[in-house]
Structure formats: structure tokens, C-alpha cells
């Protein structure tokens, strides 16, 4: 409702398989099953979309999908029993809503012998089979094919109590269209333009060097990543700036030691004073030059932050408004 979740371009048929199993009477949950990184949560966020936009059949209309992190269950919990009491209130609230809130668990196979202690085989799979069969709890599992093989296949009563939705791979064109649709969000968050030639580049070339991730999270990875090295590099001193700056301490302690060396000496030290007066000269001569570019190309660096700020406040705004615009539409 508040806009804080990326757009979501296709995946139009694992979401339609989705509203479809949460639609059915019984066996109504679903569990996205694909490698990291190809889109398993983002599912889960367009279906909370579309629940919002009211785009879904009237049965899942002003439902809610909540995170189930198991993490925060376990932690703390330090004595037999506690973990059981924490996931049954849990529970418990879920079937008090009526059908209003659908479980999401991330990593679903984290379920089995999640809470189970030496001697006991309770854990949190057990504790929600039987909701799940009676039909009085809905829940959205998430994990890779490789984990539900080797943990919930095993268990046969908690496996059939899913239905499984395969979310595989995107292509290289599917994930220009992908990052073609969150371009105005990274845009936005790091205050600089990205060319579509860039979305192009950043979807082929992490599909061919990057071989131990998939698409489209490596893409995504490397838009993200190009975006802040350039944000970087805007906002920190210019090359040539920078140079100056140095060359100016550099002249200037010179300077400083020429001119210790002038009050000091006798003798032989005498014979050099020309060569040191006319070497603190040029010091002094290129100073004034250097401190002249120095002083433009500041003022200059400052003028273009000014208005790099400028375009990301205004930016912002068009977004804060633009979601506004969203929830009136909505409300009414």
C-alpha cells in the first residue's frame, strides 16, 4: 500500500498458478520451488499487489500475506517447549483472522526440525500439519529444488499438503524487460540515469561471466552495482580537482621548506640564494594559477551536486505523489 515494493515484470503464469491453488477448497497452498534468485519472493510480492489492487478473485480479496520468520521464533528460545508455545500463537492469530491472513515462509524447508530437541520429534512441520489438512490455515512455502527434495519429499504428509509451482530461470530478453521495469526505482535511489544500452549490456554479460548465479538476481546485482560506482564517483572530488588539490599541497610545502632554508644558512648556503628566490617565484607564480583553477573547478563541483539534489528531491516527490495518487485511486 505505501509503494515500497519493487514492480514486478512477468511471472504472470506462476501468479495465476498461485491464485489458483489459493483459491481451491482444500491442498490450497502453494510452494514456489526454484535456484536462488530467480524471482521466488518477487512472486510473492506482485500476488500482494494484486490483493491491493483488488486484481484477484473475490476470494482473496482483502487478504493479507504475512512473513513467518522462523529465525526470530527460534531465537531466544532456550527451553522445551517455548519454541512450540511461540508457533502456536502464531497459529492461533492466523485462524482468529477467518481466512484473513495467508502465511508466507521463505525457505520453507527450514520447517522440518525447526524447534525439535534430543528425544522429541516435534518440530514446526508437525505443528502445522494438522491446520494445514483441516483447511484452517493458508500458506505460501518458498524454497529450491534441492532443499525440498532432501527435506520435505522425505516427510510425504507435509508434502502433499502443498502444491508445488516450478519458478524457473527468466531469459535474457524476459530480463531486460525485468530491469527495464525496476530501472526507475534504482534510478531514484542512486540519482543517476541508467541507459536502456546499460540494462542491455548488464542482462547479457552477467548471463555470459557469471556462471554461478542465475538470472535475473546477477543482472540486478550488477545494474545496482554499476549505479553506485557512479553515484560515487559524482559525489566524490573530480579527477582533475583532486590532482590540483595535491599538486597545491605539494607546491606549498616546497614552498615552506624553501623558505626555512632562507632564514637558516651562511657560507656556502649564500651562493644559493638566487637559485631558491627564483625557484619560491615560480612556487609562488604557479600557486596563483593552480589556486585560480582550483577555486572554478569548485565552485563548479558544488553548482552540479546543487543540482544533482535538486533532480533527486524532485524525483522523490514525483514518486511520494505518484503513490498518493495509488491509494486515492484505491480508497475511492
Not at 483459491?23 to 518477487?42: D, Q, Y
Not at 549505479?227 to 559524482?234: Q, R
Request: charged residues 35%.
Amino acid at each position: 500500500r505505501e509503494g515500497r515494493l519493487d514492480p514486478v515484470i512477468g511471472r504472470d503464469e506462476e501468479i495465476r498458478r498461485c491464485i489458483h491453488i489459493l483459491s481451491r477448497r482444500s491442498k490450497n497452498n502453494p510452494v514456489l520451488i526454484g535456484e536462488p534468485g530467480v524471482g521466488k519472493t518477487a512472486v510473492i510480492e506482485a500476488l500482494a499487489s494484486r490483493i491491493v489492487a483488488s486484481d484477484v478473485p473475490a476470494s482473496l480479496q482483502e487478504r493479507q500475506i504475512f512473513a513467518l520468520d522462523m529465525g526470530s521464533l527460534l531465537a531466544g528460545a532456550k527451553y522445551r517447549g517455548e519454541f512450540e508455545d511461540r508457533l502456536k500463537g502464531v497459529i492461533d492469530e492466523v485462524k482468529a483472522s477467518n481466512g484473513k491472513v495467508i502465511l508466507f515462509i521463505d525457505e520453507m524447508h527450514t520447517l522440518v526440525g525447526s524447534g525439535s530437541s534430543e528425544g522429541s520429534s516435534m518440530d514446526a512441520g508437525n505443528l502445522l500439519k494438522p491446520q494445514l489438512a483441516r483447511g484452517e490455515l493458508r500458506c505460501i512455502g518458498a524454497t529450491t529444488l534441492q532443499e525440498y527434495r532432501k527435506y520435505i519429499e522425505k516427510d510425504a504428509a507435509l508434502e502433499r499438503r502443498f502444491q508445488q509451482v516450478y519458478v524457473d530461470a527468466p531469459t535474457v530478453e524476459d530480463t531486460i524487460s525485468i530491469l527495464r521495469g525496476l530501472r526507475e526505482r534504482y534510478e531514484l535511489h542512486h540519482g543517476v540515469r541508467i541507459a536502456d544500452s546499460a540494462l542491455v549490456e548488464a542482462a547479457v554479460m552477467s548471463d555470459r561471466y557469471i556462471s554461478d548465479r542465475f538470472l535475473p538476481d546477477k543482472a540486478i546485482d550488477l545494474m545496482d552495482e554499476a549505479a553506485a560506482g557512479l553515484k560515487m564517483e559524482m559525489t566524490s572530488k573530480p579527477q582533475a580537482l583532486d590532482e590540483i588539490t595535491r599538486k597545491v599541497m605539494q607546491l606549498e610545502m616546497e614552498r615552506l621548506s624553501l623558505e626555512r632554508e632562507k632564514g637558516a644558512g651562511s657560507g656556502a648556503k649564500r651562493g644559493m640564494k638566487s637559485i631558491e628566490r627564483n625557484r619560491l617565484e615560480n612556487i609562488e607564480s604557479e600557486l596563483g594559477v593552480l589556486k585560480k583553477k582550483q577555486e572554478a573547478l569548485e565552485t563548479q563541483w558544488e553548482e552540479e551536486k546543487s543540482l544533482l539534489s535538486s533532480v533527486q528531491t524532485l524525483k522523490e516527490d514525483i514518486d511520494r505523489v505518484q503513490i498518493e495518487i495509488s491509494q486515492a485511486e484505491r480508497d475511492y
